[in-house]
């Protein structure tokens, strides 16, 4: 096995709480699994899911995670959150209202967004920049679903992979924002649980050899719906059949099967915090920070 590289590629491992009633255990096992690796994450909140399961969010916070948000109630059975269309003060309400959510749950504001769906636009970095936010997470760069998913536009496709400073006419292009853009990973499909459970290990693997071509840095998101069965939870009538159908608790096992072939990829595993933008001059080496120590960590496999 080859040595570790003084600069080591970062996994950001991600998690989006949609607003799913009994999804809550979902959350439960993945943070129980990020403890398992010593793993450092971070989770994105809807509003409605952090003002119902505070206890949660103040979970997350204490054992280290980035919090983040993710709209106010997609997910759930009101019409889902359109970051791409709905005008300046309907997105400024979603975002406002999720984040007191999710800092009255936790006690510390949060400064990163992912919008639902990865659906966005020069108007939501208005807002997250007038909000007091520092990072996103949902420009689609190089990923189009070919009508499988809900990324079916091409708006974004050729913005940078590597984190970014978008620009405020045109997010697919570097500008002077304040706001860091870490474009969630894809290869065309996503580097997501879904793509992961139908695929399988082998060609996520590949898809991640590709794009470590070009980045660093892979971004990995999953969804506490995804590992309770469905008969368990709540969902919309839109929710497909084919979704629900792949939600089981044995989809932590493609998780950490995954974990496992990053790591020993030597991949490190950090806070979306810890991203830098491209366009920054940072000289200082890429570690994944813990509290009281700075030092690159390399884990074994899970523990039986």
């Given at each position: 096995m080859p040595a570790p590289s003084l600069f080591p590629k970062?996994?950001?491992?991600?998690?989006?709480?949609?607003?799913?009633?009994?999804?809550?255990?979902?959350?439960e096992a993945l943070l129980d699994c990020c403890e398992r690796y010593r793993m450092t994450g971070t989770v994105f909140f809807t509003g409605r899911f952090a003002e119902t399961y505070p206890d949660l969010v103040r979970t997350c916070y204490e054992r280290g995670h980035q919090l983040g948000t993710h709209g106010w109630a997609h997910?759930?059975?009101?019409?889902d959150e359109d970051f791409r269309a709905a005008d300046y003060e309907q997105q400024r309400d979603w975002i406002r209202r999720a984040t007191t959510a999710v800092e009255k749950a936790a006690g510390v504001r949060p400064v990163i967004f992912r919008a639902p769906n990865l659906w966005i636009s020069e108007t939501t970095l208005r807002v997250l920049e007038e909000e007091g936010y520092l990072y996103d997470s949902s420009v689609p760069a190089r990923?189009?679903?070919l009508g499988f998913g809900r990324v079916h536009y091409l708006k974004y496709f050729w913005a940078p992979t590597e984190p970014y400073r978008p620009?405020?006419?045109?997010?697919?292009?570097?500008?002077?924002?304040?706001?860091?853009?870490?474009?969630?990973?894809?290869f065309m499909l996503p580097i997501n649980l879904a793509t992961l459970r139908v695929l399988g290990l082998s060609v996520l693997g590949k898809m991640i050899d590709w794009i470590s071509r070009t980045s660093r840095q892979v971004v990995f998101y999953c969804h506490?719906?995804?590992?309770?069965?469905?008969?368990?939870?709540?969902f919309p009538r839109t929710m497909?059949?084919?979704?629900?159908?792949?939600?089981?608790?044995?989809?932590?096992a493609l998780v950490e099967d995954l974990i496992d072939h990053l790591f020993e990829r030597h991949f490190v595993a950090a806070p979306m915090i810890d991203a830098s933008s491209?366009?920054?001059?940072?000289?200082?080496?890429?570690?994944?920070?813990?509290?009281?120590?700075?030092?690159?960590?390399?884990?074994?496999?899970?523990?039986?």
């Open positions: 970062r996994l950001f491992f991600t998690i989006d709480c949609d607003w799913v009633p009994g999804s809550q255990k979902g959350l997910g759930g059975l009101e019409q990923r189009f679903d620009c405020g006419t045109d997010l697919s292009r570097p500008g002077d924002s304040v706001i860091t853009e870490v474009p969630p990973s894809a506490p719906s995804e590992f309770v069965h469905a008969k368990d939870q709540q497909s059949k084919w979704n629900r159908m792949g939600m089981r608790p044995g989809n932590l491209s366009e920054l001059d940072l000289t200082e080496p890429l570690v994944l920070r813990a509290e009281g120590f700075t030092e690159f960590v390399f884990p074994s496999r899970r523990s039986s």
